[in-house]
């Protein structure tokens, strides 16, 4: 069965920084694109950043570009979210995901989220 387990949410000071892993397991991790998601309370949910299965294709959405980093280790089944200058409107519960296959932007499993909260 597949898991994903978010961890390295928080509270930080605007400017800050945190980095958020997600580990996952019960499936064949290095044969999939990963996702970063947010969602913040009243608003949908948007897709943050996203790697393809090799790290060779990645996406962010402009509010993030230069401040926010995606990169997965396949060795230990992991994806991370490095994110920097940290501004309040990053606050949001954070969640990754599996996409159904290379790069379908479909996402068939998730985790239970992490906090991130940033005070100004």
């Known amino acids: 069965q597949v898991q994903l387990v978010e961890s390295g949410g928080g509270l930080v000071q605007a400017g800050g920084s945190l980095r958020l892993s997600c580990a996952a397991s019960?499936?064949?991790?290095?044969?999939?694109?990963m996702g970063w998601f947010r969602q913040a309370p009243g608003k949908e949910r948007e897709t943050v950043a996203a790697?393809?299965?090799?790290?060779?294709?990645?996406y962010y959405t402009d509010s993030v570009k230069g401040r926010f980093t995606i990169s997965r280790d396949n060795a230990k089944s992991a994806v991370y979210l490095q994110m920097n200058s940290l501004k309040p409107e990053d606050t949001a519960i954070y969640y990754c995901?599996?996409?159904?296959?290379?790069?379908?932007?479909?996402?068939?499993?998730w985790g239970q989220g992490t906090q991130v909260t940033v005070s100004s």
């Open positions: 995901a599996k996409d159904r296959g290379t790069w379908s932007c479909e996402y068939d499993y």
């Open positions: 019960g499936h064949t991790f290095s044969n999939y694109t």
């Open positions: 790697i393809n299965y090799n790290g060779g294709s990645i």
